[in-house]
């Protein structure tokens, strides 16, 4: 088992980036030019760093399969941005962050990422402020604040129901700077479908023009992944259906560790499932967990319309189960609590569904000041469902939303491979077994503006600005390899499309891999995930070439990728024979129905490296707490 160099600093928790900063070594602003850096995806995460590098001086080349920047998922986000400016004089600080993030986690992040993220905060908030972002303001002009699931401070900022739509269109705006002054070169509608690596250290990447459909081959002196999570592999999830695991499990496959890929987060506030045919599932912020009151009837399969059921016979379970959080208790406690009404039988008329209901805070506070809030979203709703939910109560359930597995990365946010980073969603480091609401964004933007133009620099400087060449022999090698799965798929010629394939996936990986895990259902997946993959190669169908515009080629490869993932996930939940975080197996929970860690056996980050088809080796990094007392995570 190789050992793991997470390369912590030494020293106090609240000095240990400071200082870290202050002793990495520096690339000469004349010797930056000599460097070529790529960044893959166009993000929060990507936009931010590829703009901070190329401020910086460096030569940046990035990568989006979109035909904009500004079209990465990143702009779906909806509620705010957490940071620990305690604008509101309620008790929040950096540490209190650090904490919330940490606990909300489930005791299975490492601390010192975490605090950093929280020291560096602020700072987010004042670079987007400098770039236009419209935050909302109170009465007096100052940023507004709302609260999140995890916490009892309110630390969200937020830009009505499109923050993550603002904050990417600020740091889009930074990066079209960058791309007109020269030092970034953009590359619209690439895929990246490998990674180079020459000498131990990654020098490169092969993409897929997607409307020439030719194989191109970059180099550069490190490789930046900032290419989000893997959720669709469920299919059905509130990502875009175009996001995918792609770049991150191709880089896997050439060496680099995936981490904790088992830890992913069901989101407690989406639109429920409303047809066979339908292709993703709608996210609701969770900021209307705010004013929105969550509830069932206390009957089993009671067909009233909401406003036929009496108070006395509504059942407001969180606020019954967690009174000291309420409605905004943690997603993966939410979501597990709406479940658990729902497969009673108590969900709205017997399905699966729950309320969302605002009658008491518009009569508290006034439609107007709902609309305010959450305007764009109750359109939103009412839109795709055809309700009004000024008038009646939103319906809601759980759906697969973020992922905090991801390639495994040191504090200096390199993975194992030298050279490649990995940002944002892409890698594991900061959320544990569970992210808290509105840290999404505040991640992608601390990794990119704040981390990784200072160990950017820290790498370069000990690495000879002596550009690879693509004529490089293993640059040839690897395009062949991409050339040759895209053959190898076109020319299967079978009779199922490939999302019938992906849904069939999906709804396996949903029943087994989802809310709930046990160790028979986890064994069968494998199983299953395995002959549904023999299926795909002996009877998928491909239409048209790989010479042009061919999304269903893009998509098969995209599903290549996500059978080999979703095994991994199902054994690495396997594996974890406890419950944390949005990790839920059945057989570890307390009476009362909570997750039961097992710190002595399980206080680890899984770091698993690729071993040959249906082969992993676990690596593990043991977590240390010092600053945080390891606890029964108690939202009650």
């Known amino acids: 088992m190789a050992k793991l160099d997470s390369k912590i600093p030494e020293g106090n928790i609240s000095d240990k980036w400071t200082n870290h900063k202050f002793n990495m070594k520096l690339v000469n602003p004349a010797n930056k030019r000599k460097y070529d850096i790529i960044v893959v995806g166009t993000g929060l995460a990507g936009a931010s760093a590829a703009a901070s590098l190329g401020e910086l001086g460096y030569n940046v080349k990035a990568f989006t399969f979109h035909d904009s920047a500004r079209r990465a998922h990143s702009i779906a986000a909806q509620g705010g941005i957490n940071a620990s400016k305690n604008y509101q004089n309620d008790g929040d600080s950096t540490f209190r962050l650090f904490y919330d993030t940490v606990k909300g986690g489930d005791f299975r992040a490492r601390e010192a990422n975490v605090h950093r993220l929280a020291e560096v905060s602020g700072n987010i908030i004042d670079q987007c402020v400098a770039q236009g972002v419209p935050f909302a303001r109170d009465y007096g002009g100052l940023l507004d604040n709302r609260s999140f699931g995890g916490a009892q401070v309110s630390r969200t900022f937020y830009a009505r129901g499109q923050t993550g739509q603002q904050l990417l269109l600020g740091a889009v705006s930074a990066l079209n700077r960058q791309v007109d002054k020269g030092s970034v070169k953009l590359y619209l509608r690439r895929e990246m479908l490998d990674v180079v690596i020459i000498d131990g250290a990654a020098k490169g990447i092969v993409v897929r023009n997607l409307l020439t459909g030719e194989i191109e081959k970059y180099s550069a002196h490190a490789v930046v992944l900032a290419t989000g999570g893997y959720s669709n592999v469920f299919f059905l999830s509130t990502n875009a259906m175009n996001c995918n695991a792609t770049a991150i499990w191709r880089a896997h496959k050439r060496g680099a560790y995936f981490a904790n890929p088992c830890f992913t987060q069901i989101h407690p506030t989406c639109l429920p499932l409303h047809g066979e045919s339908q292709s993703k599932l709608t996210l609701m912020s969770e900021s209307l967990r705010n004013d929105g009151r969550v509830w069932v009837s206390k009957k089993k399969s009671d067909m009233r319309n909401p406003a036929d059921i009496p108070e006395d016979e509504r059942d407001y379970y969180l606020e019954r189960k967690y009174p000291s959080f309420g409605n905004l208790a943690p997603r993966d406690i939410s979501s597990r609590a709406a479940k658990e009404v729902c497969d009673e039988g108590r969900g709205v008329k017997g399905g699966d569904a729950v309320y969302l209901d605002f009658k008491d805070a518009i009569n508290r506070l006034g439609q107007k000041v709902i609309e305010e809030r959450y305007g764009n979203l109750f359109e939103i709703y009412e839109t795709i469902t055809g309700d009004n939910p000024y008038k009646s109560p939103m319906m809601i359930y759980p759906a697969p939303h973020y992922t905090m597995g991801g390639l495994w990365v040191d504090y200096n946010l390199m993975s194992n491979v030298p050279g490649l980073f990995v940002l944002g969603e892409a ?145 690495d939940a396997l594996n974890r024979n406890e419950s944390c975080g949005g990790h839920f197996r059945e057989e570890y929970q307390f009476e009362d129905g909570e997750a039961k860690r097992d710190d002595e056996n399980y206080s680890y980050v899984a770091a698993w490296e690729f071993a040959g088809e249906n082969k992993w080796n676990l690596h593990k990094e043991e977590l240390k707490y010092e600053y945080v007392k390891q606890a029964i995570r108690s939202y009650k």
Do not use: C
Not at 502 to 515: F, S, T
């Open 427 to 571: 890698n594991f480091s900061d959320h544990g077994a569970n992210r808290l609401g509105a840290s999404a964004l505040m991640q992608g933007l601390a990794d990119g503006y704040f981390v990784i133009p200072y160990t950017m620099g820290n790498y370069l400087a000990g690495d000879k600005p002596t550009l690879v060449k693509t004529d490089h022999p293993e640059f040839e090698k690897v395009a062949n390899e991409v050339k040759d799965l895209t053959n190898k798929l076109l020319s299967i010629k079978g009779k199922r499309t490939v999302d019938d394939l992906h849904k069939e996936l999906g709804r396996i990986m949903w029943d087994n891999v989802g809310m709930g895990r046990n160790e028979a259902g986890l064994k069968k997946t494998i199983e299953q995930i395995r002959q549904v993959k023999e299926e795909f190669w002996k009877n998928v169908t491909i239409p048209g070439s790989g010479d042009d515009v061919n999304q269903t080629l893009e998509r098969a490869g995209r599903l290549v990728d996500y059978f080999e993932l979703g095994e991994l996930m199902a054994l």
